[in-house]
């Protein structure tokens, strides 16, 4: 019986740093580090999700192996380095403009909705978060994706899925483009 009271408070430690270790962990459960390979940026995507190579489309694509039509994508566009993101407008205008020009321009026979447009700061960065749908015919697509501006290029990280799937994925993919920052 001594020797229980000798190892309790052992014992306590342990389980309060398994406590500790796990609730840091469970913020990034179920998503894994993504970084460039000139260590710019970051942001972290699915697991299980598997990264694909896209000629003449985004920089970096990644695409769910078992929904294989849900998707997250970075493209980095170069501007003008005197841009400053508020400068292109408030996050509506910037997301409108983004849709119709981008995502849903004429010709291409889709229609896009801007459900949400917010502003957040981050690491001395300015972040435009977008939600939309786009509808495509007999099917829409939820996104979200987030844009900002560093050193003169234009950075929009997206994540897509089907409508259908939109609640089960929600929160992970707010998790996924809030996550994007800048290493240097």
Known sequence: MIGFFRSTPRLLLVGALVLLLTACSSAAAGLNSFQSPDGRYAFLYPTGWSRVSVNG?????FHDLINSDETLSLVVSKVDSDIELEGLGSPSDVGKRLLSNVVA?????????????DERETSGHTFYDLEYVVHLGERDRHELATVVLDRGYLYTLATSTNESRWPKVKGLFKKVITSFTFQI
């Open 105 to 117: 321009p004429d010709g291409t026979g889709r229609t896009v909705s801007l459900l949400e447009a």
């Open 57 to 61: 489309g985004p920089q970096v694509v």
